[in-house]
């Protein structure tokens, strides 16, 4: 009996043994299917932050680019501005020195030459050359004077002069100002091509 006790015992065991190893399988089996799945989620996790990182870094790159490429055309557009700026003020600077008396006097002379009815006209020069230029100019313009031509400071004329009809209703201008602004579409071309045309 004492026999069958111990084989009673040892089946028991063994029973309780499989019964346990097959638990601790199943137990392991499902732990393992269950790390499984979380690191499946986790990569898949990962793979989507990475993805969305990478679009939110390119999203600011592509911004960053634009923002830097429209600073760029910015400065240009400011330099190009301040450039032409400078030449028009050193355009308008050659033209009044090339206004000076000498030249101004003889360049009246010949406009006024030009004009076929020179008693309905009026010579407008500054105020500050007036009186510089009337004794030159009436001995030059003698014969015109004569015929009826005025000349007057008027204080709109910086520098040059104006022939204008006496009535107002309309004058030429030969400013240093509207000279370079004749001048300028000239000249600009050919200097936005030295100074931008690296840049384009």
């Known amino acids: 009996m004492a026999q069958q006790i111990q084989d009673l015992v040892a089946?028991?065991?063994?029973?309780?043994?499989?019964?346990?190893?097959k638990e601790a399988a199943q137990i392991?089996?499902?732990a393992?299917?269950?790390?499984?799945?979380?690191?499946?989620e986790a990569r898949k996790e990962?793979?989507?932050l990475v993805e969305n990182a990478q679009r939110e870094i390119d999203t600011r790159d592509q911004s960053a680019r634009s923002s830097l490429q429209q600073a760029s055309r910015d400065v240009q557009l400011s330099l190009k501005k301040a450039i032409l700026s400078q030449l028009d003020a050193l355009l308008?600077?050659?033209?009044?020195?090339?206004f000076e008396s000498k030249n101004l006097i003889s360049l009246i002379e010949k406009v006024v030459a030009l004009e076929a009815n020179p008693a309905s006209k009026q010579v407008q020069v500054s105020e500050k050359d007036f009186?510089?230029?009337?004794?030159?100019?009436?001995?030059?313009?003698?014969?015109?004077?004569?015929e009826g031509l005025e000349i007057r400071p008027i204080a709109s004329v910086a520098s040059g002069f104006r022939l204008a009809e006496k009535d107002g209703s309309g004058f030429y201008d030969f400013s240093a100002e509207e000279t370079a602004a004749l001048l300028k579409p000239f000249l600009s071309p050919?200097?936005?091509?030295?100074?931008f045309g690296q840049a384009k």
């Open 11 to 21: 089946s028991i065991r063994k029973d309780g043994i499989e019964a346990a190893q």
């Open 32 to 40: 393992k299917q269950q790390a499984d799945a979380l690191l499946r």
């Open 92 to 98: 308008v600077e050659t033209v009044e020195k090339g």
């Open 46 to 48: 990962a793979a989507t």
């Open 190 to 195: 050919a200097i936005a091509e030295i100074v």
């Open 28 to 30: 392991i089996a499902d």
């Open 131 to 146: 009186s510089a230029l009337a004794a030159q100019l009436k001995t030059q313009l003698q014969k015109s004077l004569k």
